[in-house]
């Protein structure tokens, strides 16, 4: 690639971070023909994931090609033992990736720092801190996770989970015999004596790690003029729900589509304004949403008090996050394919 003399430098979107929402926001305003700057990437190996099927073909639209499966252990079962029922076996087309497995399939697409000069027009923050750092938090469920040994080879196309008393267990198959154990609401040790199903089944190999806030939490301001914020740091959803990564693919779809627009109508006062708007009251939408989701997964994980505070928490959350849509305006624009057209209201 031949780069332009430093005056002739175009104008840029600088992307901080580099999780799966900050590369597919470069990719996506790449194509758009925007130059990106990276900038703050760090080579965090994050938690083990389960992709879903609707997650894989989002993660292909922003990235442009499609998850070898040589990479990931295909997930053909998901077996759930909830509110102290027996396990019930679901069939599932998942896809389960390692920790730091999946981030390392794609190149983050953008200039090094080093290669630009000049304010950028744009910030993405795919990562803290952020300029408005006032988190909501619906609940507090931390975690920690282990690598564990798997003991029954049928184990290894399947994921796990279990609800218990003062929380629950989840268990990927992440290689060959081996998996990933993340425990949710109390200490890993203390959860796997609890454990009935799951526990049995495995042998914990590695040092616990964490922990990890797993409640769904959202940045109460997540633009403003000059930059937005996506990503899991600024609006997280608890992995119950296994939506993480396609939410973040979402927030990256979306968050180029607004830039995108913004360098569209730059002689448009109020386009700006209008466009963070719009990203702010979908993002709160889907947050919403989540939590009305989540809400029926823990009123049939269990009666004990653990549970019901994490329901009334979520409870809470909802009603919040319906005072701050009521505040804001009707959308008006909607997604056509990756780009944001201007909304058709009825007369
Ligand atoms: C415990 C946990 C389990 C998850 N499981 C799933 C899943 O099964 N399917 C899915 O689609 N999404 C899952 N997610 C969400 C998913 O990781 C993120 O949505 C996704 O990485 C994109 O966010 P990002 O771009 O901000 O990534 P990143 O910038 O990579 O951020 C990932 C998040 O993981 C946290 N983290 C870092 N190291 C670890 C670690 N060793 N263990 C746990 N968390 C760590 C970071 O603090 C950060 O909040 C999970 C998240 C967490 C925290």
Redesign the pocket.
């Known amino acids: 690639m031949v780069v332009p003399p430093l005056s002739r430098m175009p104008a840029h979107v600088t992307i901080r971070?580099?999780?799966?929402?900050?590369?597919?926001c470069a990719r996506l305003l790449t194509q758009n023909g925007i130059m990106t700057k990276c900038a703050g990437a760090?080579t965090?190996?994050?938690?083990?994931?389960?992709?879903?099927e609707t997650?894989q073909v989002l993660l292909r639209d922003c990235m442009g090609k499609s998850l070898q499966q040589s990479r990931y252990m295909p997930v053909t079962r998901r077996i759930v033992a909830w509110g102290g029922q027996e396990p019930v076996v679901v069939p599932h087309r998942g896809a389960?990736f390692a920790?730091g497995a999946?981030?390392a399939l794609f190149h983050q697409p953008g200039r090094q720092e080093a290669d630009m000069i000049g304010a950028p027009l744009f910030i993405v923050h795919?990562?803290g801190p952020f300029p408005k750092s006032r988190l909501r938090r619906f609940g507090s469920r931390p975690?920690t996770?282990a690598s564990v040994t798997l003991l029954h080879p049928e184990d290894e196309d399947a994921c796990w989970i279990e609800a218990l008393d003062h929380g629950w267990l989840?268990m990927?198959s992440t290689a060959p015999g081996q998996g990933w154990l993340?425990g949710?609401g109390a200490p890993l040790d203390d959860l796997c004596q609890m454990s009935r199903h799951l526990a049995p089944r495995v042998v914990v190999t590695g040092q616990p790690?964490?922990p990890?806030?797993?409640a769904p939490r959202l940045l109460e301001c997540l633009a403003a003029p000059g930059w937005l914020a996506?990503?899991?740091?600024?609006i997280?959803?608890d992995?119950l729900c296994?939506?993480?990564?396609?939410?973040?693919a979402r927030e990256?779809i979306l968050a180029a589509a607004v830039i995108t627009a913004i360098m569209e109508y730059p002689d448009d006062p109020h386009a700006m304004e209008t466009l963070l708007m719009h990203y702010r009251s979908m993002l709160l939408a889907s947050m919403r949403r989540h939590l009305r989701f989540c809400a029926q997964f823990y009123s049939m994980g269990g009666n004990s008090p653990w549970w019901r505070t994490q329901i009334s928490a979520l409870a809470t959350g909802f009603e919040w996050c319906s005072g701050q849509l009521a505040g804001l305006p009707q959308p008006r624009y909607e997604l056509h394919g990756l780009r944001l057209v201007p909304r058709m209201v009825p007369a």
Do not use: H, K, Y
């Open positions: 971070g580099s999780g799966m929402a900050a590369r597919c760090v965090s190996t994050g938690p083990a994931v389960l992709l879903g997650a389960a920790p999946l981030n795919g990562i975690a996770a989840f990927l993340l949710v790690q964490g990890f806030e797993t996506c990503g899991n740091e600024a997280a959803f992995p296994g939506d993480g990564t396609a939410q973040a990256a």
